[in-house]
């Protein structure tokens, strides 16, 4: 088997990313927009020692769970990786993906997740859910202006002005922009060499106001016969918002700092729920609305507020979930650590008539030890303590020193909203075993089409459920408890320990005084036929060659086993 080779492949599983993964001669092959279940003939494109990734190239038997793609360029454009699979698979392919991390990573059994999860909320309509696009604009090879987006890991523009995820009304933006360029032999922007004029188009609807804003982001400070296009843009139905945005650096950064209006307002509102939002080109907004008052709504739901509550929104960005929560409690504080959104939290607050949210700049892992702190050195004895705490942290996850601070402020109730359900997973153990119990986990699809997931976690603080009083006597004798058979029985009930990759690393390093890798524990347990974890992230592991321990690593591994009575 070499690199070019063709093979034939049975799709049985699907990685992280998306991909297909199918056997062939004993090796793993990851084909990108391959389905499960699917036979295929692909290429290989590089070859690894027991893995490799290889090109679809035709499609022998199509699996049931395969999908047209609604969008013609949906396997080169780097926005969509699924569209081909169908939607209810999508939806049990995320649901299992946060399942398996939170088992894998977070070390929550089975059975209590049986018990927590709740089914994930998917779209109706998985498509035309995105509220933003940005297109970038560049020159076909026969001279004329294109608009599309960028193939997957390049900045190579694939035309496309119909984005199956986008509103319909980008398509016509798109066309009138293209053909004044066209018209006008306006020059669009040419990242080799810094020159030309039209950089970026980004169009933004109010999906509940139905507004419409259009920025054009332009290498200059002119865009000559600009009227022309201003008219024709504002003959389509609920524009309200035309600017342009000045970017003459050469950067990938999309947009530059300066906003000059052309017509109409600066910029155009939206609702979640019953909040009301200003959007400028340049702030932060959620991108899929729908789902996000979804989200919100579930969030709102775990907190369980009353109006008698102190709570905390970590991570607030421009205080939409604060926003939310405020209507039901008695104080919200926001922290986030981007000035510009926190300005627009507390604008978006005022519009609203909002009066019990307080916003705060900074790093989340600073503001709330910091005020933690200070209560305690002003109110000496007493803690500093909030009803409920939500976090929504970046994919990277909260920082320990937060989570530690969390615990200690000791909340009746965690609310943790995640983009990254293996960093959720790290977090939700750290607060597990510091005093706090998983009630729910509810998977949320923002993104359809797209590998990416949502997550709204419910933790509750561990607290005596009540208490009764037993009269007990032991010792000898009637009616009497005899101590010996008490520890006979506490041996018997003793559950049984998990015995962990952890626990058999710390057992070898004390007792032989040298580490072992995670991997060699996996080759060991592999070679004695002990069950292993169904890895959802084998992708990952397969990307390194499997590693081979030395003979006194393996001795040393099997004792340790020997030792938690594995084998
Ligand atoms: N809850 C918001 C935004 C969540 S996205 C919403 O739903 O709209 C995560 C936010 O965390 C971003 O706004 C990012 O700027 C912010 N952030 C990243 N690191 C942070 C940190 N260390 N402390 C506080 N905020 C941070």
């Known amino acids: 088997m070499k690199k070019n080779d063709f093979v034939t492949l049975t799709i049985e599983d699907i990685g992280v990313g998306g991909e297909g993964i199918g056997k062939a001669e004993g090796m793993t092959f990851f084909v990108k927009d391959a389905v499960v279940g699917d036979v295929i003939e692909a290429r290989i494109t590089k070859l690894k020692k027991n893995y490799g990734y290889a090109r679809l190239m ?3 038997k199509p699996s049931e769970k395969r999908k047209e793609a609604k969008c013609p360029v949906a396997r080169q454009c780097g926005g969509c990786q699924i569209q081909e699979m169908d939607y209810k698979e999508q939806l049990k392919f995320k649901g299992r993906k946060v399942r398996n991390n939170l088992e894998r990573i977070g070390g929550f059994e089975s059975t209590l997740l049986d018990a927590v999860m709740e089914p994930i909320c998917g779209m109706e309509e998985p498509f035309h859910y995105r509220n ?7 020159t076909d090879r026969d001279g004329n202006p294109v608009a599309g987006f960028y193939a997957g890991r390049t900045h190579q523009i694939i035309p496309n002005t119909v984005c199956a995820l986008g509103k319909e009304i980008n ?3 798109l066309n009138i922009v293209l053909g004044f360029m066209k018209e006008f032999h306006v020059t669009a922007y040419d990242e080799g060499t810094g020159t030309g004029l039209f950089r970026h188009v ?4 109010g999906f509940k106001t139905g507004e419409i804003m259009v920025c054009l982001i332009v290498n200059g400070t002119q865009i000559p016969h600009v009227e022309t296009l201003t008219e024709r843009l504002t003959k389509l139905p609920g524009m309200t918002s035309i600017t342009m945005n000045i970017n003459c650096e050469n950067t990938n950064v999309i947009m530059g700092k300066e906003i000059r209006l052309l017509w109409g307002q600066e910029y155009i509102t939206d609702y979640i729920g019953e909040i009301k939002y200003q959007i400028s080109p340049l702030s932060f907004y959620q991108v899929n609305p729908v789902q996000t008052e979804v989200l919100y709504g579930l969030a709102c739901e775990y907190a369980g507020l009353t109006g008698q509550e102190t709570v905390w929104d970590l991570y607030c960005g421009i205080g939409t979930i604060s926003l939310f929560l405020a209507q039901k409690a008695k104080q919200v504080y926001g922290v986030e ?3 510009q959104a926190i300005e627009d939290a507390r604008k978006n607050a005022e519009i609203n008539g909002i009066t019990n949210a307080e916003f705060y700049v900074g790093k989340a892992e600073e503001v709330l030890p910091d005020y933690y702190r200070k209560y305690e050195e002003s109110n000496p004895g007493s803690r500093a303590h909030a009803d409920v705490i939500v976090v929504d942290p970046p994919r990277k996850g909260c920082d320990e020193t937060l989570l530690e601070t969390m615990v200690n402020m000791e909340p009746d109730r965690i609310v943790y909203v995640s983009c990254d359900s293996a960093t959720l997973a790290r977090d939700l153990k750290y607060l597990c075993e510091n005093g706090y119990e998983l009630k729910k986990v509810r998977p949320a699809d923002m993104f359809p089409m797209t590998v990416h997931v949502e997550t709204v976690v419910l933790l509750s603080h561990k607290k005596p459920d009540g208490h009764i ?6 010792g000898e004798g009637e009616g009497k408890v005899p101590l010996d058979n008490i520890a006979k029985r506490a041996e018997a009930y003793k559950p049984k320990e998990r015995v962990t990759y952890k626990m058999i690393k710390e057992y070898i390093e004390a007792k032989y005084g040298f580490k072992v890798h995670t991997a060699y524990i996996a080759e060991v347990k592999r070679s004695l036929g002990l069950p292993m974890y169904d890895a959802p992230n084998a992708v ?3 990307k390194h060659p499997r590693k081979h321990p030395t003979v006194e690593k393996v001795e040393a591994i099997k004792d340790a086993l020997k030792h938690f009575e594995v084998i």
């Open 58 to 60: 035709k499609i022998i």
């Open 171 to 173: 398509t016509e933006v």
């Open 469 to 474: 009083n037993v009269k007990v006597e032991f």
């Open 132 to 138: 933003k696009a940005q297109y970038p604009i560049g």
């Open 202 to 205: 980004l169009i933004r609807s």
């Open 337 to 339: 650590i981007i000035p």
């Open 540 to 542: 990952e592991e397969l």
